[in-house]
Structure formats: C-alpha cells, structure tokens
C-alpha cells in the first residue's frame, strides 16, 4: 500500500507525508473528540427521543393536561428576580444544545419586564418570558412552546414555567414537557430553595377531587343534574335540591290546571305526538 511504501522508503511527500505530522494531528482529532464528548457529557440532551425510559427526567408524561400534553411546575429561588429572569433569558438565547430559543418581537410586542406595571395580586409580578423547544421532529412553529413568570418572593424569586406540545394533535408528550423544563432549569445554574411543585400536567391526574380519591360518593348521589356530588359545595347542592323542587311543584300545579281544564297531561302529550 502507499503507506508502506513511504515507511520503507521513508519519503516525504503531499503523498507521503511526515510520520510525526501525522501523528501530531492524530492526537489533536482525539483531543478534539474528547472535548466533544465531554461537553455532551456536562450538558446532556433536552431531548427524551425513542426511549424515553433511558433518558432523565422523561418519566412525567403528560396526556391532554392542556388538551395537547402540556407541564406547568414551580420553584423557589434565593436568586433576586433581575437575576432569575437575566439566566432565563440567557439560557434560551444561547440555545444550549440547540434545541431552545428566546420569542421576543412581533406586532404588538410586550416587554418582558413588568415593574412599571407595579402588580402585587395574586403576585408581585416582575418579569415575562416566552421561548420554543425544538425537537428533530417538531421543530419551528411546530416547537413546543415555553412560558415563564418571575414573582418577587421575600429576597429571592418564584418561577413559573410552562411547557406545550404544539403541534396539533399531541395528546401525549411522551415526558418531553417536564424533561425541557427540568433541563433548562439546570443549565441556568441556579439553586433551587425548593423541588419542583407540579401545579397542573406533567402526567398528575386532572379532574379528580380529594373526595374522589378517600372514597367515592353513594351511587345514588353521585351525580345530580350531571354535576358529581363530590364537586359540589353544600350551597351548590342547596341550591341543585331547591330547583328541583321548584320544578316538581311547577310540574304538579300545570297537570292540575289542565285537569281541571278537562283534559290531562296524558292526553296533551300524545295528541302532540
């Protein structure tokens, strides 16, 4: 071959070169790999893909929270809020492992900062984000879309963040919505005061009451004009019992008055019939 041929010749040449340029650039390309590799390693992939049991943080998946799959969590940071929104903001501008980006721009285009606006109910509000997530499959305007809220709390901060699978049709995220907030959250480097709280999606049951969950009510109370007693409170079901009782009175007084009439309710309902 004709790297033999420049070992036993030990020629110099474009087409033989130098044995120690070779390896020179050899152990640049394995350096090169091993920083590659490394930087995968240190900041991983936001993306669950194929087999999301394999991958961290994908064992929240969602089905229809939102009508698509959608996550909602919130955490406590010590981080004044100017800083939490600085790291959010960061974060997905930088896109990370390419997959996020910061939304800004359109007409009309809000700001992210809400402190002129001075909110205090229900938080003291003080900053806005929205960003995307890209997967190699739903990508663009088809991207999961991300919301963020940043809330004064004492010194430090409240962050909300909100995932949706965009794309019409994703019932299920296959835990890619609370596997991207998770991720960005840990790229931002800050320290959380607290674990996330699951405020609504991210595969918790929806629509299903405490009082479900202890005990369900007796079959023939379960549900009263559609409504399950179990989401009724004592003056909702007050005010269900006292309509129903106006309607059998009313119902009672219309049959006597056509009875009285010469003719029944009976007979009325079938010469309509």
């Not at 152990?27 to 394999?54: M, Q, R």
């Not at 959250?185 to 049951?205: E, M």
């Given at each position: 071959?004709?790297?033999?041929?420049?070992?036993?010749?030990?020629?110099?040449?474009?087409?033989?070169?130098?044995?120690?340029?070779?390896?020179?650039?050899?152990?640049?390309?394995?350096?090169?790999?091993?920083?590659?590799?490394?930087?995968?390693?240190?900041?991983?992939?936001?993306?669950?893909?194929?087999?999301?049991?394999?991958?961290?943080?994908?064992?929240?998946?969602?089905?229809?929270?939102?009508?698509?799959?959608?996550?909602?969590?919130?955490?406590?940071?010590?981080?004044?809020?100017?800083?939490?929104?600085?790291r959010v903001k960061e974060v997905l501008?930088?896109?990370?492992?390419?997959?996020?980006?910061?939304?800004?721009?359109?007409?009309?285009?809000?700001?992210?900062?809400?402190?002129?606006?001075?909110?205090?109910?229900?938080?003291?509000?003080?900053?806005?984000?929205?960003?995307?997530?890209?997967?190699?499959?739903?990508?663009?305007?088809?991207?999961?879309?991300?919301?963020?809220?940043?809330?004064?709390?004492?010194?430090?901060?409240?962050?909300?963040?909100?995932?949706?699978?965009?794309?019409?049709?994703?019932?299920?995220?296959a835990g890619q919505n609370f596997k991207?907030?998770?991720?960005?959250?840990?790229?931002?480097?800050?320290?959380?005061?607290?674990?996330?709280?699951?405020?609504?999606?991210?595969?918790?049951?929806?629509?299903?009451?405490?009082?479900?969950?202890?005990?369900?009510?007796?079959?023939?109370?379960?549900?009263?004009?559609?409504?399950?007693?179990?989401?009724?409170s004592f003056m909702a079901l007050a005010?269900?019992?006292?309509?129903?009782?106006?309607?059998?009175?009313?119902?009672?007084?219309?049959?006597?008055?056509?009875?009285?009439?010469?003719?029944?309710?009976?007979?009325?309902?079938?010469?309509?019939?």
């Amino acid at each position: 071959s004709r790297l033999h041929t420049c070992i036993r010749t030990r020629r110099t040449s474009f087409l033989c070169p130098n044995l120690e340029d070779m390896a020179r650039l050899l152990f640049a390309f394995a350096a090169l790999v091993g920083v590659a590799v490394a930087i995968e390693e240190a900041t991983g992939s936001s993306i669950c893909g194929d087999d999301p049991a394999k991958v961290p943080d994908c064992n929240h998946e969602d089905l229809g929270s939102c009508g698509n799959a959608c996550c909602v969590v919130e955490v406590s940071l010590p981080a004044a809020p100017t800083e939490v929104y600085a790291r959010v903001k960061e974060v997905l501008s930088s896109g990370i492992d390419g997959t996020f980006e910061y939304v800004t721009g359109g007409d009309p285009s809000p700001k992210d900062d809400l402190r002129p606006y001075k909110i205090d109910q229900p938080k003291p509000f003080q900053f806005i984000v929205q960003g995307r997530h890209n997967a190699p499959q739903y990508k663009g305007e088809n991207g999961d879309i991300l919301d963020f809220n940043i809330a004064a709390l004492g010194s430090g901060s409240s962050l909300r963040m909100f995932s949706l699978s965009r794309v019409h049709g994703a019932l299920g995220d296959a835990g890619q919505n609370f596997k991207t907030l998770s991720f960005l959250l840990q790229n931002t480097q800050l320290a959380p005061s607290s674990d996330f709280t699951i405020v609504h999606g991210c595969g918790k049951a929806i629509g299903v009451s405490t009082a479900i969950s202890k005990g369900a009510a007796p079959a023939e109370l379960s549900v009263i004009a559609g409504v399950p007693v179990s989401t009724l409170s004592f003056m909702a079901l007050a005010s269900v019992a006292l309509a129903a009782a106006a309607a059998v009175v009313t119902g009672r007084s219309w049959a006597a008055r056509t009875v009285r009439a010469g003719a029944s309710s009976e007979g009325l309902l079938k010469a309509e019939v």
